[in-house]
């Protein structure tokens, strides 16, 4: 198995469930992430964005 150490516990305790309906979802909005959820947006997609901030 792979070292997944980078990553942070996750707390099935806290997690909810939602839905959403989109085009283009852009996971971890780095600059390509972003690049390309304004380009769709600009082409009228419906467009959403997820970023979490890991930095502690």
């Known amino acids: 198995m792979g070292d997944y150490s980078m990553f942070p516990e996750s707390n099935m305790d ?3 469930d939602t839905e959403n309906e989109t085009a283009l ?3 971890g ?3 390509a992430g972003f690049f390309a959820a304004v380009k769709a947006h600009n082409a009228g997609a419906r467009v959403m964005g997820r970023q979490d901030d890991h930095a502690k």
């Open 25 to 27: 979802l852009a996971v």
């Open 14 to 16: 806290k997690m909810t």
């Open 29 to 31: 909005a780095a600059m």
